[in-house]
């Protein structure tokens, strides 16, 4: 039955342009935002999993931070360590050719004296952002390491727990107080016992050096695993909500097409009732 009044033929084709119209807005818009899922509305499951992740990866940049700030602090203190071993060897050497009669002991103990004092200036500067992994004290609040966090460890739905690796102070201040411990050398005597005392000093400042690079070698590989985690992460991220551009630009030529047709099917179906006129001529 053919009707002035309705046109089920246009209002199919109204409806079928609709949709195309709709499927063509989503697909301009996941070329525009590179999206496929930019929105709760567009796939809340796969949104909410995204937005957990993306937090995670937030949580993970600044753990990376973190990581740099301790790697920078343990750096400084090993580098300190090494420079003390390296006086020590020298304070070495002068105690060992003290141990000679012929010798001017003042001008040796004098020697002494200048390099205790300059291991002394070593483990006083030895601080990054307050922090000296060289003294008893580490932070001038009675610390005697420091904690840096090393990753977010999560399982299942549970909120996320922070994992920190903790650096211990070699304490050169306490250990190594040339100043207080080093006999003074004055002849063949004192000259045996402080070069005992420094073979002692130099073996607790290389323990301690040796203990630094260990530590920074962990916080180096974490911070190396944590990047290379994060990487990770976003990938997943992006294989989940990222638009595959070859496919959206096959769909979108798709789309227009039907598009266009769509709109001419609509006319047609418009134009139907004016060929009831024929029937009245």
């Known amino acids: 039955m053919s009707s002035i009044l309705t046109n089920n033929s246009a209002m199919v084709a109204l409806q079928t342009l609709k949709s195309i119209n709709s499927n063509l807005a989503d697909t301009q818009n996941a070329i525009s935002t590179g999206k496929e899922i930019a929105t709760a509305k567009e796939g809340s499951a796969i949104w909410a999993i995204t937005r957990v992740m993306e937090a995670d990866v937030a949580g993970f940049n600044a753990v990376s931070d973190a990581l740099a700030l301790g790697e920078s602090t343990v750096a400084v203190a090993s580098a300190a360590a090494d420079q003390i071993v390296n006086v020590l060897e020298e304070m070495k050497e002068l105690a060992v050719s003290a141990n000679s009669e012929n010798v001017d002991f003042a001008k040796i103990q004098n020697d002494m004296a200048e390099r205790a004092a300059q291991v002394g200036s070593i483990i006083s500067a030895a601080q990054f952002n307050g922090a000296n992994l060289l003294a008893t004290d580490v932070d001038g609040n009675g610390a005697t390491s420091v904690s840096v966090i090393s990753s977010l460890d999560r399982v299942g739905s549970a909120a996320p727990t922070p994992a920190t690796i903790a650096v211990d102070t070699v304490d050169f201040e306490a250990d190594i107080d040339l100043a207080a411990d080093l006999t003074a050398i004055t002849d063949t005597a004192t000259a045996a016992t402080a070069l005992g005392e420094i073979e002692a000093f130099l073996q607790t400042a290389i323990d301690g ?58 006319s047609i179906a418009n134009q139907a009732p004016q060929t009831l006129l024929q029937l009245f001529r």
């Open 209 to 266: 050096a040796a203990a630094l690079g260990a530590s920074a070698k962990r916080l180096e590989d974490q911070q190396e695993f944590v990047s290379k985690l994060t990487d990770a992460m976003k990938s997943g991220i992006g294989s989940l909500i990222d638009t595959d551009m070859e496919a959206t630009s096959a769909r979108l030529q798709a789309l227009q097409t039907q598009q266009q047709l769509g709109v001419q099917a609509l």
